[in-house]
Nanobody
Framework: QVQFVESGGGLVQAGGSLRLSCAAS????????MGWYRQAPGKERELVAV???????NYADSVKGRFTISGDFTKDTVSLEMSSLRPEDTAVYYC?????????????WGQGTQVTVSS
């Protein structure tokens, strides 16, 4: 199991910036990937940005050039710097982590933090 402490959501005007932070407490197993997903009302949860323990990064096309993810796998923390925010970025943002357990990939999500971008 993985426990998360998420912080940094809130209300911001379009064009503004926010920083999301997440600290994970994992069990014996090491985390493989950490990152952020989001879910807007009436829509499916979608990947925003993830970073692997080897340093590879993947962004959703909609946030490339505006969001920056960073992670520290020695501390099991991940952050998301969001700039040039748009109303369509409004969603609940969920911290994400996965780990390999007995050759199976186990996925975990935090409780979520609300990000609201006003126009």
């Amino acid at each position: 199991q993985v426990q998360f402490v998420e912080s940094g959501g809130g209300l911001v005007q379009a064009g503004g910036s926010l920083r999301l932070s997440c600290a994970a407490s994992a069990s014996t197993f090491r985390l493989n990937v950490m990152g952020w997903y989001r879910q807007a009302p009436g829509k499916e949860r979608e990947l925003v940005a993830v970073i692997s323990s080897r340093g590879s990064i993947n962004y959703a096309d909609s946030v490339k050039g505006r969001f920056t993810i960073s992670g520290d796998f020695t501390k099991d923390t991940v952050s998301l710097e969001m700039s040039s925010l748009r109303p369509e970025d409004t969603a609940v943002y969920y911290c994400y982590a996965d780990m390999w357990v007995s050759l199976r990939l186990s996925k975990f999500w935090g409780q979520g933090t609300q990000v609201t971008v006003s126009s």
